[in-house]
């Protein structure tokens, strides 16, 4: 059967080209990857290779013919021990058809949200009488590794000076005591390096929680935690899994400048594929860790060096696991909801005890999950309130906020009586001064004052 | 920063370089079967190009061609619960992991028989169950990850060893050394085999790299390193051994530089106008790696041309059905867009 040759496509952009030159006449022996013609397309000459052993037996596209289709049959080849005056020149098929879809549907209504959870999820319920236990958040973050450690071997954490040092912050203290140093592994500097390496065992099954010192030193290891780990499980078909846990500090500290001051959530909540989860109080720090360490997926778990020391009733429970994706309310209320996550939940809370001293009842929202957001415990809330603050401690385009802002106007129009108003950090760098800081950063002034602007209060 | 007109450096003397490279000494069997891969990895790259310029395939493809020596002599020294682990060039790699050539090629088209059921493209392909990682798009990333599994294998106590294979383009990624630096502090069972195809994309090594001979740029790190001449697949089979029996003994990673060449573009987009044809014709012509073997089987009388003529026919027809199926295979269904996002 003769071989034919089409034009073909040089690049993932052409739809035509240039037939500049035969480098063969018709009757020329050509072998497979031996150079017939060049082609000019918009950015560059090519040379086409023969594809296949044979005779030159018809040149159907002369050289110097623009604008020839790709697809279109320029030439045909005998085989070996074919007749060259037999081949017949006219094309066995027209130009190529691209193979239809399985099923020729309409294009699907595009979801904007995929990673969605049920309602219907909820914290398990803690049995009366349980005793509760004063733990920082600090040891509720240690003793979640340290259980999920216990229970699987596969459990391991990396990251600089978390063995021996205990933990730049302690949070890892007294693990390398327990697990070893093959479980609990001091890295060097380099957490573009260890991030991948990491990911690169998750890969192998095992699961890593990766610790970095702050997040803001994750920005070197980024490319990891998107590229490698969040979209491999999309890219295989589902054939390769990626079971980690990115988990340190974000957004400010106290004074430690600009370039370790800053909160990632809208970063990492932006990308299909990984789970974000930023907690408040030490109860859900231990719950939401655990519950990360369990998770199949790659999860990056927002810690705040402020709240490490803070103090909080725990549930002193065997396996305390809270569900991933469900936000909390944390106080009930009916005439604002304050929706925010991490620490500002703090200044949430304070906001809304001044608030009711003023006759205003407001309701506080914790997401603490960032991705998958539980936008619908907030719907639930605006239903009855039918105004909300939005508060995030980090700069304000394209934040957390402005995506429940915009998930609020899509979804609870009918219900709102005022604009959701967002509470960001000022949109500069954070400076170090301590008033320029302290004027920088979300405080409950600033909650109060939306609250009250959106209750169209005094 | 100034360019001199010429952008050849002189070039070092290849310090390390035994003077006869040790070859592997392959039973019959194992000559032909090595003729056979490397013969498919060919024919299936020259397929794909076809398909690529006939518009079945999009996107980028970067094709294998000429450096088949070097897949085929590292994969078959590997065993069961070793990894493999790439960039975006891995067709040839699937197919050495013992990869359908049909999913492979399904992948390639986008269809839902592809071996990611058309997620993943020329760039991204997956084969865990033997042992294969991808198939990853941004180059030097796959060395981090590559050690990960090393880590793995180490971590459960196993004598398996990971290959994450790179270029010398991404040898001068930064993650490359801290990866060369945590497998030595940690001993991982890790094989670095840089295939230097001596150009990263355009950019020659020489313009490139101030340490031109790669296989010394783990000595910093006291990680030993071996040049070999990735074009014969025998050096590279017996440089292999050595350094997997290296790892699993415990002694840490190693580097093999293997010293190979692509025939066509660093893409299919790509005019190669960095290099001259009589370069690449001169490799072609004294050096390729299937050419090679060939002379050496008939030498042998172990086949001869017509012996070797069913080879090819085999191959042909292994190829055609890759193409055949990919060409027939249906796209995925629009339902897929939405899975495999998490588990």
Known sequence: MAIEITMPALSPTMEKGTLAKWLVKEGDNVESGDVIAEIETDKATMEVESIDDGVVAKILVPEGTDDVPVGQLIAVLAEEGEDVADVDAAPSHAAVVPTPAQEEAEVPVKETAVSVVSVAVADPAVPEGTNMVKLTVREALRDAMAEEMRKDGDVFVMGEEVAEYQGAYKVTQGLLDEFGPERVIDTPITEHGFAGLGAGAAFAGLKPVIEFMTFNFAMQAIDHIINSAAKTRYMSGGLVQCPIVFRGPNGAASRVGAQHSQNYASWYANVPGLKVIAPYDAADSKGLLKAAILDPNPVVFLENELMYGESFEVPELDDYVLPIGKARIFREGADVTIVSYSITVGEALKAADKLAEEGISAEVIDLRTIRPLDIETVIESVKKTNRCVVAEEGWPQCSVASDVSAQLMEQAFDWLDAPVTRVNSVDVPLPYANNLEKAAVVSADDIIRAAKAVCYAE | ?343
């Open chain 2, 1 to 343: 920063m100034t360019t001199k007109k010429s952008t050849k450096k002189t070039t070092a003397p290849a310090r390390r370089r035994t003077k006869q490279p040790a070859q592997y000494n392959a039973s019959n069997d194992e000559l032909v079967e090595f003729y056979e891969q490397m013969l498919l990895i060919r024919r299936f790259e020259e397929k794909a190009g076809q398909m690529y310029g006939m518009g079945l395939i999009g996107g980028f493809c970067h094709l294998y061609i000429g450096q088949e020596a070097v897949v085929v002599g590292i994969q078959t020294a590997l065993k069961d619960g070793d990894s493999v682990i790439t960039g975006y060039r891995e067709h040839g790699h699937m197919i050495a992991a013992g990869s359908d050539p049909k999913a492979v090629m399904a992948e390639l088209t986008g269809r839902s028989g592809g071996c990611s059921r058309g997620k993943g493209g020329s760039m991204h392909m997956f084969d865990p169950e033997r042992g294969f990682y991808g198939g990853h798009g941004i180059v030097g990333a796959q060395v981090s990850l590559g050690t990960g599994l090393a880590f793995a294998a180490k971590y459960r106590k196993t004598d398996n060893v990971g290959v994450a294979y790179f270029g010398d383009g991404a040898a001068n990624q930064g993650q490359v050394y801290e990866s060369f630096n945590m497998a030595r502090i940690w001993n991982l069972p890790v094989i670095y085999i840089i295939e230097n195809n001596q150009y990263a994309m355009g950019t020659s090594v020489n313009r490139s790299s101030s340490e031109i001979e790669l296989h010394r740029r783990g000595e910093s790190f006291r990680i030993p390193g071996k040049q070999v001449d990735g074009m014969n697949v025998l050096e590279v089979r017996a440089a292999m051994d050595e350094a997997v029996k290296h790892c699993r003994d415990g002694n840490g990673p190693f580097i093999l530089e293997m010293k190979t060449y692509r025939y066509r573009g660093h893409s299919m987009s790509d005019p190669a106008k960095y290099r001259s044809k009589e370069e690449v014709q001169k490799m072609r012509a004294e050096h390729d790696a299937i050419d090679q073997i060939k002379e050496r089987i008939l030498d042998a009388k172990i086949l001869d041309e017509a012996g070797l003529k069913e080879i090819d026919k085999k191959v042909k027809a292994v190829v055609a059905e890759a193409a055949t199926f990919a060409q027939e295979c249906p796209e995925p269904a629009l339902s897929e867009l939405y899975t495999d996002v998490l588990a």
